[in-house]
């Protein structure tokens, strides 16, 4: 059965640093999305990615973030100073019709 | 706005009781999609259903039925006779139509004790 995976399933970093976090989604999928979740907390959304731009993002999604589909077959998520407070959870989604699959998750842990 | 409550932090049943997790949303749109998904200690996130707004029936997969009630905007998830394997947090989510952001409740813990 076909399935979003992504990549690493652990990245530890320093404060200021920017990370990249990669998802392969779902081959025929066309609609791709980041949530994060901070420990314990809800899912949130940041952004979703449609027809190789941000179709929606949330007020989380500031200019630290950028998402890219770079070679059509990945779909990444740059953070491009990282904060404290963006130690999380990262879950890569896609979309076909209407069922919406998840990644297994990144976790991040900015020192 | 749209919103999805889920009251029900955390819920500790023995195994074999039924156990029913509230989910509640809010919306104008008169056209959206209804989720639950799980997600076990092991951390990932397994979609379990999807129902939309056109559709009231209600659904059964094997232990696990969905109930959903326009008039109260509720979309409640029951387990029956549940396992020990039923441990996990479920969330419950919201998508309006014509969008392409979920809207994710703040999930319901659920401890089934052996």
């Known amino acids: 059965e076909p399935e979003v995976t992504q990549t690493p399933s652990h990245q530890v970093t320093q404060m200021g640093q920017e990370v990249i976090l990669r998802c392969v989604p779902i081959s025929n999928h066309l609609y791709f999305y980041w949530y994060r979740q901070i420990l314990g907390q809800k899912v949130e959304f940041l952004v979703s990615?449609?027809?190789?731009?941000?179709?929606?993002k949330s007020e989380i999604f500031d200019d630290q973030f950028s998402v890219e589909r770079p070679d059509g077959s990945n779909f990444t998520l740059k953070i491009r100073s990282t904060k404290l407070e963006d130690s999380a959870m990262y879950f890569c989604a896609s979309r076909g019709d209407n069922e919406q699959f998840f990644g297994p998750g990144t976790r991040l842990t900015v020192l | 706005a749209q919103k999805v409550t889920q009251a029900q932090t955390e819920i500790s049943v023995v195994e074999k009781e039924d156990v029913t997790l509230d989910c509640v949303y809010e919306?104008?749109?008169?056209?959206?999609?209804l989720f639950w998904y799980k997600q076990p200690p092991s951390g990932e996130l397994v979609f379990l259903i999807r129902r939309n707004s056109f559709d009231e029936q209600n659904e059964i997969s094997g232990r696990y039925s969905w109930n959903f009630q326009k008039s109260t905007s509720s979309f409640n998830f029951t387990i029956t006779a549940s396992q020990v394997v039923d441990s996990a947090v479920y969330f419950c989510a919201l998508r309006v139509s014509g969008t392409y952001k979920y809207i994710f409740g703040t999930g319901t813990r659920l401890k089934v004790l052996a």
């Open positions: 919306t104008r749109d008169t056209t959206y999609y």
């Open positions: 990615f449609y027809n190789n731009e941000i179709s929606e």
